[in-house]
């Protein structure tokens, strides 16, 4: 469901961060939604585990330096 989710944002001409365990699957699930945007949006991945409490905080604080807001969060 966040994948398909991710490429509709991106084709509507969002900015998709998707964040994951896994670099390579989520290098994966970013092209995938870059091609959904076809030109429209665009797509970037955060490596996180969202398991420990650290990196979460990390991921918010590298999203927050890449981006200027989070209008949208998708669980």
Not at 9 to 14: P, Y
Not at 18 to 32: D, I, M, N, W, Y
Request: charged share 20%; hydrophobic share 55%; glycine share 10%.
């Amino acid at each position: 469901i966040g994948l398909v989710t991710a490429c509709e944002l991106a084709k509507l001409g969002g900015t998709v961060v998707l964040v994951g365990r896994s670099a390579e699957r989520g290098a994966a699930a970013v092209e995938r939604a870059r091609a959904a945007a076809r030109g429209g949006g665009s797509a970037a991945f955060v490596r996180a585990d969202l398991s420990a409490q650290a990196e979460v905080r990390a991921c918010a604080a590298e999203i927050l330096a890449r981006h200027p807001a989070v209008h949208v969060l998708v669980n």
